[in-house]
T-cell receptor
């Protein structure tokens, strides 16, 4: 089946630092979604991207739909302790199709 | 505006038993997808329901079955439970879009432990 790769697998950063993570695939996707999941809870949608090259922000979060349509990037500026969690990317191959999820990037923020 | 609601939140079953999990989609949504998330992994797609029919299915055995009701709510049934079925089961709702990108919203999940 389709696979998404996320990097880094985990990261430790200082509070106030910026964070970058990405999601790559060998397949072309037409939609990318980014989620954050806290322990014991369901994933919460952060940003949705629908067009190649699209750059979308949600507060301190910015995500981009890669030009090749095979990747997407998520940046978090000025990290704070509540940014701790696991960040998942999800891609949709075609309209109406199910979403494929990456394995996640685990973010830890040190005070 | 109610979000996606799932029940029960936690349950423990014995190997060989059967389980039913329930989901009510977000208001205005007509499509329900179910995902299984094992510890430390990303969600894996089980199946999707739209207009009370299974529209797509992931790589899961027939022991996993579902249903969608006229009010768009859905059930996930798992028969002959195995230890490996222990996971967080997530329901995701969306509005059916055949010609544009989707956005799916998750519930809090149902934690299933098989002993």
């Amino acid at each position: 089946g389709q696979q998404l790769n996320q990097s880094p697998q985990s990261m430790f950063i200082q509070e106030g630092e910026d964070v970058s993570m990405n999601c790559t695939s060998s397949s072309i996707f037409n939609t990318w979604l980014w989620y954050k999941q806290d322990p014991g809870e369901g994933p919460v949608l952060l940003i949705a991207l629908y067009k190649a090259g699209e750059l979308t922000s949600n507060g301190r979060l910015t995500a981009q739909f890669g030009i090749t349509r095979k990747d997407s990037f998520l940046n978090i500026s000025a990290s704070i302790p509540s940014d701790v969690g696991i960040y998942f990317c999800a891609g949709q191959l075609d309209y109406g199709q199910n979403f494929v999820f990456g394995p996640g990037t685990r973010l830890s923020v040190l005070p | 505006d109610a979000g996606v609601t799932q029940s029960p939140t936690h349950l423990i079953k014995t190997r060989g038993q059967q389980v039913t999990l329930r989901c009510s989609p977000k208001s205005g949504h007509d499509t329900v997808s179910w995902y299984q998330q094992a510890l430390g992994q990303g969600p894996q797609f089980i199946f999707q329901y739209y207009e009370e029919e299974e529209r797509q299915r992931g790589n899961f055995p027939d022991r996993f079955s579902g249903h969608q009701f006229p009010n768009y709510s859905s059930e996930l049934n798992v028969n002959a439970l195995l230890l490996g079925d222990s996971a967080l089961y997530l329901c995701a709702s969306s509005r059916w879009e055949a010609h544009s990108g989707n956005t799916i919203y998750f519930g809090e999940g149902s934690w299933l432990t098989v002993v």
